[in-house]
């Protein structure tokens, strides 16, 4: 894989972007395999067990399915 040309100078100045990065850019992230998407489903949770979700700091969706690895014994 060619080296990609670096975006600032010798002094970690930011470089003048020109026409030739623009043309070449993509817009947003390139999309994730399937195998690697995260499904969306729906859930029932206790009223405490909601409040505290939304009250904790962090990703709640994180979070939660950090604990279902762990209680199911799977793998990340």
Known sequence: MPKSKSLTNSSDEVCEL???FFQKA?????TL???AKKVR???TLD???AAALRSAKGNASQRV???LRE???LKK
């Open 18 to 20: 020109g026409n030739d």
């Open 26 to 30: 993509k817009r947003g992230r390139p």
């Open 33 to 35: 395999p399937d195998d």
């Open 41 to 43: 489903v729906q859930l």
């Open 47 to 49: 009223p405490e067990v």
């Open 65 to 67: 399915n950090n604990l």
């Open 71 to 73: 209680d199911l014994g």
